[in-house]
Structure formats: structure tokens, C-alpha cells
């Protein structure tokens, strides 16, 4: 009974290194999302998929990239770290009943 | 878009109720949505109201929509140390109902 899995749980990069962010659900659900958590902001939308092939921009999209190539993962890249995306990244899956949820979250450290 | 507001801090003493306020700006919201999170830890779902709903409750949690005034709130009955976390409330919007907007979160300290 996984649920929603990320990986890894802490990183640490240097400005300009690239990374991905793994997350993957075992529910069968259609629609992923990649959310950014900083102190005092709540959680922001930074991409979404509706199914396998069908990605979106949320509300923070810039220096990140997504793919969805199966319906159960939905990686976020990083393709040239910087200190503005030190942060907490949470995954989520939604299916029936309108239920999210989310995984145990990325924390990430660039310097 | 939408935008979710609510207070950043409560303080209640051990055995009284909490209440957490919440109001948002989307009338078309069709879910509205209580988060819990501990220090550290990810997102637990509380709880969640269909926008035709005016009341849902579970427990020790009641949850109230004002739909005419954008307004929803969380009641917690006989508040337990336990509690002290941040809440988080979420209205979805976007076509489908998909994407959910947050608030800045609600820290809930429970003094003994």
C-alpha cells in the first residue's frame, strides 16, 4: 500500500547542477501534480498531467521541466539548479472522490 | 485566479475548540479541502466539503461552508497537544477541479 513515492528525501545541490526528482504512485490515477512548499507561502503549483503524454504548467513553472511517459511516474527536473529553488517539493495523485494525495515531500538545498 | 487566505496563527489551551478560518475568491470552487502537516512530515488529508454541502462532520472535526461569503472554517472539539501542527486550506479550481489552491497555512499550538 505505497501511495505516492518520492525520491530521494534530502538533497543537496550546487548552483547550476542538474537533478531529478522521482515520484511515483501505485493507485492507477490519472492526474499528478508537482507542488513547491517555502516557509510562509503555503504550496505552489509548479506542473501538472491529466494522463501519459498530457503535461501542464502550474503556477510556477520557470526551471523546471516535467515528462509523463507512464501513467504511474511523474518526474520534475531541474535542469541548472539555483539558491530560488532551495525548497520543499511535494508530489501528489488524485483519482475517485476527489482525494489528493501527496507524498512525503523532496527537501532540497541548493547552495 | 483563485486566491486562498487564512490567519497564521492560533493558540488554544488543551481541551477547548479550535476554530480555523479560511476564505477563498472562486465561486466556482466545487471542493474545498483540510490539510494537516507535523513538522517535517508531508500533507495528511483531514477532511473535504463538496461546494453544495454547508456543513460535513467527522468525529471531532466539523467543517462549515459559507458559500455565499467564500468562507470555510474547521472546528476541532476538545483540541489534544496532538493537534499542534500547521493547517492548510485548499480550494480547487482549474477545468476538472484538478488543481488545488492553497493557503499560507494556519500553526495551531496546543498549550497544555
Known amino acids: 500500500n505505497a501511495g505516492v513515492t518520492q525520491t530521494p528525501k534530502f538533497q543537496v545541490l550546487k548552483t547550476g547542477q542538474s537533478m531529478t526528482l522521482q515520484c511515483a504512485q501505485d493507485?492507477?490515477?490519472?492526474?499528478m501534480s508537482w507542488y513547491r512548499q517555502d516557509p510562509g507561502m503555503g504550496l505552489r503549483l509548479i506542473h501538472y498531467?491529466?494522463?501519459?503524454?498530457?503535461?501542464d504548467q502550474g503556477e510556477v513553472p520557470n526551471g523546471y521541466n516535467v515528462s509523463r511517459s507512464t501513467t504511474e511516474d511523474f518526474p520534475l527536473r531541474l535542469l541548472s539548479a539555483a539558491p530560488s529553488q532551495t525548497s520543499v517539493y511535494f508530489c501528489?495523485?488524485?483519482?475517485?472522490?476527489?482525494?489528493?494525495?501527496f507524498g512525503a515531500g523532496t527537501r532540497l538545498s541548493v547552495l | 485566479g483563485e486566491d486562498v487566505e487564512q490567519s497564521l496563527f492560533l493558540s488554544v489551551r488543551e481541551g477547548d475548540s479550535s476554530v480555523i478560518n479560511c476564505t477563498y475568491t472562486d465561486s466556482s470552487s466545487t471542493y474545498l479541502y483540510w490539510y494537516k502537516q507535523e513538522p517535517g512530515a508531508g500533507l495528511q488529508l483531514l477532511t473535504y466539503?463538496?461546494?453544495?454541502?454547508d456543513m460535513k462532520q467527522d468525529q471531532r472535526l466539523t467543517v462549515l461552508l459559507n458559500k455565499k461569503d467564500k468562507h470555510l472554517s474547521l472546528r476541532i472539539a476538545d483540541t489534544q497537544t496532538g493537534d499542534s501542527a500547521i493547517y492548510f486550506c485548499?480550494?480547487?479550481?482549474?477545468?476538472?477541479?484538478?488543481?488545488?489552491?492553497f493557503g499560507k497555512g494556519t500553526k495551531l499550538s496546543v498549550i497544555p
Open positions: 501528489a495523485s488524485r483519482g475517485e472522490g476527489s482525494i489528493q494525495y
Open positions: 498531467s491529466v494522463g501519459a503524454g498530457i503535461t
Open positions: 466539503i463538496f461546494s453544495n454541502m
Open positions: 493507485m492507477n490515477h490519472e492526474y
Open positions: 485548499a480550494a480547487s479550481s482549474g477545468a476538472g477541479s484538478y488543481q488545488l489552491t
